[in-house]
């Protein structure tokens, strides 16, 4: 954990730099002065835009693309140049420190807000509007440590269960900025009792309103995490009340044609954003590249990963997201044209942020959105029996999205049904392998389209992983191991 601190304080003083520059004369630069760095409420949104700055470069990209890899939807082009090949292809080709990048990321962002919870809680705000800024600025921090946290279990820890996550290990849980400690790793309900006590706070203190498409985190995105997070621990009921609420809220209605939908995606619409990341010309984000790999001089495509036969197959023709996920490409793979091949289409870029004739894959960043939600409500009701409810929930975003409602399921058949429909809604947004992990499922790689223009090797197409599979489980960077003699390694790495 030392060296991950360590590369921290550097985010940290430069934050703190945007209040005084004079400051890093008079102080030690390996250490975080809370008494001269948070004083007014002013120092306070400086730190809280600092907060967002971080979680702009810590989603999509490389806190995406890797799950995606991993996962069971893709195969790998005969052009991908070994690019995210180490996470395709699982067994000795992964190893821990192909995932330090993330790790070292979600905990450089961790330092920095702990350091804003303890320097926010010595402002004093005069009165009225400076009282309620103080407070959002409050919640964002705990709202932040809640979500980094919550991205760190999922992927270094074994999907929650209630029977053992008392003595299952978690990630180390630092509350506090110090250099010097040690932590061990925390038990996995230590670390989400830590999360939802800090939702608990952000939800009390949030004083913004709520608005389609918010750069912020709104009472409304916290709500959404909420259910999330309660999703993951197999809080059903809490899960459910969460998104039933935001549901029933309206102001998120679903997009129900393609064109609709089709705005969300290519040129960044808002409907159904609960919160997001914005793209601007002056403010790129991170974004999820390997799909498409446009040519535009050859007029074709070239993606690093080509979207499997059985993912395709597994959107109806009527499902308005098929023509809005994919699209049919002319595509060059090691000189050969092949035409009409699906490709991922969900992250095209948006025109209005290109810099030149061609994309540059530049989209809003979606980090709750009411799609997510709805597949929340339908899974969390038909783990409590409540079946009426689970196809409410489940026929709302099935008949949105141009199918048809369902009835007469019940047990396994709707559990199955619920989540086929999570599914096609959060295809390549990060989720399945988490999913999957949650779910108790192994996978065996779906076939493909075009089987001259994929890798066909060991690892590639027809790759069958086990359910427990330690790779499921994400591992600790060997730095960290070997730094902190206090870390446990998962199996298996």
């Known amino acids: 954990m030392k060296k991950i601190i360590l590369g921290l304080v550097g985010l940290a003083v430069t934050l703190t730099v945007i209040t005084s520059c004079k400051k890093l004369d008079l102080k030690p630069y390996d250490a975080i002065d809370i008494a001269t760095g948070f004083n007014t409420v002013q120092d306070a949104k400086y730190w809280n835009s600092g907060l967002y700055s971080a979680l702009r470069a810590r989603t999509y990209g490389t806190y995406n693309v890797p799950q995606e890899v991993q996962g069971d939807q893709l195969n790998a082009s005969g052009d991908f140049g070994n690019r ?21 990321g979600y905990y450089s962002g961790l330092s920095n807000v702990n350091v804003m919870i303890k320097g926010f809680e010595q402002i004093q705000a005069t009165a009225g509007a400076q009282t309620d800024s103080l407070n959002t600025y409050k919640a964002d921090a705990r709202m932040m440590r809640a979500y980094y946290y919550h991205e760190l279990a999922v992927r270094y820890a074994k999907a929650y269960n209630p029977a053992t996550a008392g003595t299952d290990l978690g990630v180390p849980l630092l509350t506090e900025f110090d250099l010097t400690v040690k932590p061990s790793r925390a038990t996995l309900k230590a670390v989400y009792d830590q999360i939802l006590a800090d939702i608990a706070i952000a939800k009390t203190l949030n004083k913004r309103a709520n608005v389609k498409g918010a750069r912020y985190f709104t009472p409304d995105a916290v709500l959404a995490f909420e259910a999330r997070v309660r999703l993951a621990i197999q809080d059903w009921a809490g899960a459910y009340a969460a998104a039933s609420t935001l549901i029933a809220s309206g102001r998120y209605p679903l997009y129900n044609t393609a064109a609709g939908l089709k705005s969300y995606w290519a040129t960044d619409a808002s409907q159904e954003d609960i919160m997001r990341i914005n793209a601007t010309l002056t403010e790129p984000v991170n974004t999820n590249t390997i799909y498409l790999g446009l040519n535009g001089a050859g007029g074709f495509f070239q993606p690093d ?22 699209e049919q490409k002319l595509i060059q793979i090691q000189g050969v044209r092949y035409n009409n091949v699906w490709l991922v289409n969900k992250f095209p870029g948006n025109p209005g942020l290109f810099t030149t004739t061609f994309t540059n894959y530049q989209n809003a960043n979606k980090v709750f959105r009411i799609g997510e939600v709805y597949a929340i409500a339908a899974e969390a009701a038909a783990n409590l029996n409540d079946t009426p409810n689970a196809l409410t929930a489940l026929n709302g975003l099935r008949q949105a999205r141009g199918l048809a409602g369902l009835s007469g399921l019940s047990g396994a058949t709707l559990t199955n049904e ?25 996978f065996t790689r779906g076939a493909a389209q075009v089987p001259a223009a994929v890798q066909q090797s060991t690892g590639f197409t027809g790759l069958t992983i086990a359910a427990a599979d330690p790779k499921f489980i994400w591992g600790l960077p060997t730095n960290d191991i070997i730094l902190n003699p206090n870390l446990v390694q998962n199996p298996g790495w």
């Open 305 to 326: 990963f080509i979207p499997t036969q059985t993912v395709v197959d597994s959107y109806d023709n009527a499902d308005i997201r098929k023509n809005v996920y994919f």
């Open 84 to 104: 995210n090949g180490a996470f395709h292809r699982w067994g000795a080709f992964l190893n821990a420190d192909d995932f330090s990048g993330v790790y070292q």
């Open 418 to 442: 619920v989540r086929a429909e999570r599914t096609r809604e959060l295809n390549f947004d990060g989720f399945h392998l988490w999913d999957l992990k949650r779910w108790g499922l192994g």
